[in-house]
Structure formats: structure tokens, C-alpha cells
């Protein structure tokens, strides 16, 4: 087993591990100076697909946070990349405005409206979501358009629980039209493979880390590094008994994870 003082570049889930809502966890400002001080570099990797990278940029400022948008990856950056060489003819854009943007300034024939000439259904985690929108994804799926989806996470935590999220949506598509889509962010390892390269580090001093063991622990194992399962957010010691997919560490929170890089 590897030691976490080996690592370099930490790739870091934020709902559930740094922040909840606008609540700050303790010590992550303390990691996030570590991290710094040692040379090495953090990055922000999230599955949520609701907001653009400028939305994070500011919140992580308001927390007390200094962020470019340099320091993120999202689940719609991936969901672009792979839009990007499908060739799509047209995209029915199933998201938030944010959501929306975030595809057409990737150079995606995108659309919010039913149309003959869509071959392709592209959802997002969506707050703002409405019946019609459902309608009309009902309707292509049942045409045999491919079917794309951000990620796979079932809820989105809030102050006061959860919310459904994009895997949840999907699920309830299922249920009507039988068809689930391809999912591209976590668990998937792209992400962290695009981290690397734009990094330079390797894998060996990387480490991903999170609250949900079939998002972001099973992307660091997918993506053959090293994973840390924080218990500060939705996922349990329950759910790793139960779990195939199993993290190299398991703590508390951030907090604990500091105090362990600082001993001596």
C-alpha cells in the first residue's frame, strides 16, 4: 500500500468532501495550503453538471477559496470531449441553461426543442427541470436517438438531505422508455486522465478523493490510482461493507486526512 505522503496531485470531489452547500469543512483550507506548501497541485473534480466552472469559481471564492477555472474538471468538460468527436448532426440539450452554454461554446449543435434532424439526447443534472422536458425526451428516446448522460449519481446533497440527480432522472426514463444511457463522468476515468495530463504528475502520485464509492472511488480505481473514501458526505461505512468497489484509505473527513500528512 502506498503511503498518502507519496502524493502530488489530489483530485478532490467537493460536495460531501470539502463543502456542504455554503458550509466549509474544517480543515480544508489547512489541506488545500499543504498541498501548496509540499509543490504539489489540487484539482476540483465534480459530477455536477448544473453549473458552469465560472458558478464554482465564485462559490469556492466566497468560502474563502482562491480558484481559477484552471483548477476544475467537470463531468460536462468530459460529456463535451466525447460530443465533440461523435459528430452529431444535432444535440437535444436536456439541462440547466449553464448546462446549455457550456455545450455550444464547445462548437455543439445543440438544441432545447424538439426537432426531425436530433440524433442525439445529451442530460445533465437538472434544476430546473419540467414535465416538458421529460415529454420530449420520452419521445427520442423512443425514436432510437443515442442517449448520452453527465453522470450516474443518484442524489445531489443539500443542508437539508438530498436532492434526485442526474442518475436518478435517468432512472425514472427508464422506467418509461427502457433505455438508460451512456454515462461519461465519475466513475468513468476520464477526467482524472485528462487531470494528469494537464498536470504532468503520474499515477502513482495521484489520489482521488470523495464520499461516494460508485463515483468517485470507483473512478480512481478505474483509473488505476489511489482513492481515499471520506465519511463526511453521502456514502457510509455500510455501503463500503457492501461495497466490490473498495478505496486504499478510508477517513473521517479532510480534516483528518490533514493532520495525517502533517505527522511527522
Not at 458526505?233 to 484509505?249: C, I, N, Q, R
Amino acid at each position: 500500500m502506498s503511503s498518502l505522503k507519496d502524493k502530488k496531485l489530489f483530485l478532490l470531489d467537493m460536495d460531501g468532501t470539502i463543502y456542504l452547500d455554503d458550509d466549509l469543512f474544517d480543515g480544508t483550507l489547512d489541506f488545500l495550503e499543504y498541498v501548496k506548501k509540499i509543490g504539489g497541485r489540487y484539482m476540483f473534480l465534480t459530477n455536477n453538471s448544473s453549473k458552469s466552472v465560472s458558478a464554482y469559481v465564485e462559490k469556492l471564492g466566497r468560502l474563502g477559496i482562491a480558484a481559477t477555472a484552471e483548477d476544475f474538471l467537470t463531468s460536462t468538460n468530459a460529456t463535451v470531449l466525447y460530443l465533440q468527436k461523435k459528430k452529431y448532426h444535432k444535440i437535444y440539450a436536456f439541462g440547466t441553461t449553464s448546462f446549455k452554454e457550456q455545450l455550444k461554446e464547445g462548437g455543439l449543435p445543440i438544441t432545447d426543442h424538439l426537432e426531425e434532424d436530433i440524433d442525439c439526447l445529451c442530460m445533465g443534472f437538472d434544476t430546473e427541470l419540467t414535465f416538458q422536458k421529460l415529454e420530449d425526451a420520452c419521445i427520442l428516446l423512443n425514436k432510437g436517438v443515442d442517449y448520452i448522460a453527465t453522470n450516474p449519481d443518484w442524489v445531489c446533497p443539500t443542508w437539508y438531505g438530498y436532492v434526485p440527480d442526474c442518475g436518478s432522472v435517468s432512472q425514472m426514463l427508464c422506467n418509461a422508455t427502457k433505455r438508460m444511457p451512456l454515462f461519461i463522468g465519475k466513475p468513468q476515468p476520464t477526467m482524472v486522465q485528462l487531470a494528469m495530463e494537464k498536470t504532468g504528475f503520474a499515477p502513482e502520485e495521484t489520489v482521488v478523493m470523495g464520499d461516494r464509492l460508485y463515483t468517485d472511488i470507483a473512478c480512481g480505481v478505474n483509473a488505476g490510482i489511489s482513492s481515499i473514501f471520506v465519511l463526511s458526505g453521502e456514502g457510509t461505512l455500510e455501503d463500503l461493507a457492501a461495497s466490490e468497489v473498495k478505496p486504499e484509505f478510508v477517513r473521517d473527513n479532510i480534516r483528518q486526512v490533514y493532520q495525517e500528512l502533517v505527522e511527522e
